[in-house]
T-cell receptor, first 109, second 114 residues
Framework: QKEVEQDPGPLSVPEGAIVSLNCTYS??????FMWYRQYSRKGPELLMY????GNKEDGRFTAQVDKSSKYISLFIRDSQPSDSATYLC?????????FGTGTSLTVIP | EAGVAQSPRYKIIEKRQSVAFWCNPI?????LYWYQQILGQGPKLLIQ????????DSQLPKDRFSAERLKGVDSTLKIQPAKLEDSAVYLC????????????FGPGTRLTVT
């Protein structure tokens, strides 16, 4: 079992839709959870990170962690064509950082 | 503020050859990471430096991969000899703090081994 698992998609939505991206993780000791956005042929870019359970909001993006179910979510409101990218979830375990495989998102104008 | 710089951007080599990648982190960032990202997968952490000391290299294939950060700033990652399965994008990242929750990635070096 991988430490962090993510549905690779691809996911295609119309502009303005609410997008839900999800990951699960295996180790209940994980405390920090990150979401990165990666455009084609670019390095990942940090969107936000959260600690333990709860929600964190930044503009159109909301990250949510449910430690009871080991579930990580990223919600994108009012999605834009510029949001088209691969979204990576990640978690920190000790000195290691574990990334999901990424979900490819396309927002259609 | 300049971002993380990496070179070269692309490299094509034959198997059994050697190759080296260079990374210059964001100024002032003490922690530096090297990741391997195989097509269709998420980044895999190979090695983490805190200044010029190694924090974690548990995922680094030490029989062929080596990395150094001699003066606590720039870093090089070397593969010798390369195998076909080493074809990937090699990403360098840096963070201000060792906790590493806010990592800034460079554009990566795309390696093709033929």
């Amino acid at each position: 079992q991988k430490e962090v698992e993510q549905d690779p998609g691809p996911l295609s939505v119309p502009e303005g839709a609410i997008v839900s991206l999800n990951c699960t993780y295996s180790n209940s000791a994980f405390q920090y959870f990150m979401w990165y956005r990666q455009y084609s042929r670019k390095g990942p870019e940090l969107l936000m990170y959260t600690y333990s359970s709860g929600n964190k909001e930044d503009g159109r993006f909301t990250a949510q962690v449910d430690k009871s179910s080991k579930y990580i979510s990223l919600f994108i409101r009012d999605s834009q064509p510029s949001d088209s990218a691969t979204y990576l979830c990640a978690s920190r375990g000790g000195n290691q950082f574990y990334f999901g495989t990424g979900t490819s998102l396309t927002v259609i104008p | 503020e300049a971002g993380v710089a990496q070179s070269p951007r692309y490299k094509i080599i034959e198997k059994r050859q050697s190759v080296a990648f260079w990374c210059n982190p964001i100024s002032g960032h003490a922690t530096l990471y090297w990741y391997q990202q195989i097509l269709g997968q998420g980044p895999k952490l190979l090695i983490q430096f805190q200044n010029n000391g190694v924090v974690d290299d548990s995922q680094l294939p030490k029989d062929r991969f080596s990395a150094e950060r001699l003066k606590g700033v720039d870093s090089t990652l070397k593969i010798q000899p390369a195998k076909l399965e080493d074809s990937a994008v090699y990403l360098c990242a840096s963070s201000l703090e060792r906790a590493g929750h806010e990592q800034y990635f460079g554009p990566g070096t795309r390696l093709t081994v033929t």
